[in-house]
């Protein structure tokens, strides 16, 4: 059964820091991995999509990455601001349907 | 393009009370899921809808949940009656091909 475990759950860090998430699946049989952003009460957003042939994605000021041997991906935030705020979850698509993580709730601090 | 519509936005209820839930997908896309994400947790899938078919409602708590996609377009997701650990965010997303899914903005429950 495929697990899809983030850490940390929560993470608090100053503004201008550079900062990464983590993210690991336990089946590496995946088609794609997904990492989104919610904010309090809010739906998705999609950030970025890694397909499983893809090592990496960036879109502004994140950069994801993905090792499926390894079963883990990574979502690297450079130059943190206050807007950032937000929990971030991934998603591992297995046979078509979405496997979440918990999210890790992130505070960057003015 | 438009995206994922669903509403109400927020409903608070009592508990026994009966709620609906509408959703309305982007335009052509044949798959629709809804999902529950109680606070804190990712969100779970409760059905989902291949056209107007049912492909998975394994998770689906069919004594009270029920859902809908009559015409491949539009879902209502009901539950009937609520009970208190239904609060959560309820999420209805569309996709195209089943390898990225887009999301609305959630109705959010509150069953007191």
């Known amino acids: 059964k495929q697990e899809v475990t983030q850490i940390p759950a929560a993470l608090s860090v100053p503004e201008g820091e550079n900062l990464v998430l983590n993210c690991s699946f336990t089946?590496?049989?995946?088609?794609?991995l997904q990492w989104f952003r919610q904010d309090p009460g809010k739906g998705l957003t999609s950030l970025l999509l890694?397909?499983?042939s893809q090592r990496e994605q960036t879109s502004g000021r994140l950069n994801a990455s993905l090792d499926k041997s390894s079963g883990r991906s990574t979502l690297y935030i450079a130059a943190s601001q206050p807007g950032d705020s937000a929990t971030y979850l991934c998603a591992v698509n297995l046979n078509y349907q979405l496997i979440w993580g918990a999210g890790t709730k992130l505070i960057i601090k003015p | 393009e438009a995206g994922v519509a669903q509403s109400p936005r927020y409903k608070i209820i009592e508990k026994r009370q009966s709620v609906a839930f509408w959703c309305n997908p982007i335009s052509g896309h044949a798959t629709l899921y809804w999902y529950q994400q109680i606070l804190g947790q990712g969100p779970k899938l409760l059905i989902q809808?291949?056209?107007?078919?049912?492909?998975?409602d394994s998770q689906l708590p069919k004594d009270r949940f029920s859902a809908e996609r009559l015409k491949g377009v539009d879902s209502t997701l009901k539950i009937q009656p609520a009970k208190l650990e239904d609060s959560a965010v309820y999420l209805c997303?569309?996709?195209?091909?089943?390898?990225?899914?887009?999301f609305g903005p959630g109705t959010r429950l509150l069953v007191l």
């Open positions: 089946d590496s049989a995946i088609y794609n």
């Open positions: 890694i397909q499983s």
């Open positions: 809808f291949q056209n107007n078919g049912v492909v998975d």
């Open positions: 997303a569309s996709s195209l091909n089943q390898l990225d899914q887009y």
